[in-house]
């Protein structure tokens, strides 16, 4: 990230769980939290241990106004009615 200095060289942040290493979430978080671009990736936000209630609580602490992309791992049978269950886990967020 030194080396890509033009402003539009961005970081997206991709929800693995690699973000939970080391000194954590939080800290891992702020070490890329001025280069954010206007993308976000979650995976299914009710499958897996992935705090991404603490991870919206740190984006809204920033005033981040960009997207939230969801990146379906799974072949639901009704697509739809993942999506409307996604949403709803969403807006359940704290």
């Known amino acids: 990230m030194d080396v890509a200095d033009h402003p539009n060289a961005t970081v997206c942040w991709n929800s693995n769980d690699?973000?939970?290493?080391?000194?954590?979430?939080e800290h891992n978080f702020n070490l890329v939290k001025d280069r954010f671009g206007d993308t976000v990736h979650v995976r299914e936000l009710n499958q897996g241990r992935y705090p991404?209630?603490?991870l919206m609580e740190l984006y809204v602490g920033i005033g981040y106004t960009?997207?939230?992309l969801l990146e379906a791992r799974g072949r639901p049978k009704d697509v739809i009615a993942a999506m409307i269950e996604q949403r709803h886990v969403f807006e359940r967020l704290p």
Request: no cysteine; aromatic share 22%.
């Open 52 to 54: 991404y209630a603490k």
């Open 66 to 68: 960009g997207w939230w």
């Open 18 to 25: 690699a973000d939970l290493h080391g000194q954590g979430l």
